[in-house]
């Protein structure tokens, strides 16, 4: 099973300021990669998919990089609406998917 | 816009078995996977399994000897069983389209397992 693990834990961000949020896998996937935002009480949203396709209505401020073992997800410039926890997952070796533990971005 | 509501017993007794059921409104079942994930409160995200319309499943090998995946086509929906539950297996129980990546998600449903 392919181990994702996410960095840092939380990320405090004071709006405006750019978000990087790291992902680390333990075999290569090549691009097979998706992020995620959950927010309280809600489901997942897909943001990501293919390290780097922002998902259908996803703005311009979130985007994905990184090919292998190394995956970023980066917000350009954080909104309110964006405060809320990230999870990265795998979808190169199954089975099974997995996903990282989240990295939670809160407000500095 | 594609809709997925999850429904079943929001309790079920330790040894017994889960029941949910998917329905999918605003798009056709058919030529998709389809796939049940699971999120313990306060933690991360666990995938259960997928499923193809055609019937084809695959299952996480951590529940597999549990679990059983059916789809309907006829009425646009697909299930989950999870058999002899304890108190680990309580958790919000999402249904979701995609077999990789997935692009829609119902709203989750919590189950508890207890006596």
């Known amino acids: 099973e392919i181990v994702m693990t996410q960095s840092p834990a939380t990320l405090s961000v004071s709006p405006g300021e750019r978000a990087t949020l790291s992902c680390r896998a333990s075999?290569?996937?090549?691009?097979?990669l998706a992020w995620y935002q959950q927010k309280p009480g809600q489901a997942p949203r897909l943001l990501i998919y293919?390290?780097?396709t922002r998902a259908t209505g996803i703005p311009a401020r979130f985007s994905g990089s990184g090919s292998g073992t190394e995956f970023t997800l980066t917000i350009s410039s954080l909104q309110s609406e964006d405060f809320a926890v990230y999870y990265c997952?795998?979808?190169?070796?199954?089975?099974?998917?997995?996903f990282g533990q989240g990295t939670k971005v809160d407000i500095k | 816009q594609v809709l997925l509501q999850e429904s079943g017993p929001g309790l079920v007794k330790p040894s017994e078995t889960l029941s949910l059921t998917c329905t999918v409104s605003?798009?056709?079942?058919?030529?998709?996977?389809w796939s049940w994930i699971r999120q313990p409160a306060g933690k991360g995200l666990e995938w259960i399994g997928r499923?193809?319309?055609?019937?084809?499943?695959y299952y996480n090998p951590s529940l597999k000897s549990r679990v059983t995946m059916s789809v309907d086509t006829s009425k646009n929906r697909f299930s989950l069983k999870l058999d002899s539950v304890t108190a680990a297996d309580t958790a919000v129980y999402y249904c979701?389209?995609?077999?990789?990546?997935?692009?829609?998600w119902g709203q989750g449903t919590l189950v508890t397992v207890s006596s």
């Open positions: 979701a389209r995609g077999g990789a990546a997935l692009d829609y």
């Open positions: 605003g798009g056709s079942i058919s030529n998709y996977y």
């Open positions: 499923i193809y319309t055609s019937g084809s499943t």
């Open positions: 075999q290569g996937l090549g691009s097979n």
């Open positions: 293919g390290a780097s």
């Open positions: 997952q795998q979808y190169n070796n199954w089975p099974p998917w997995t």
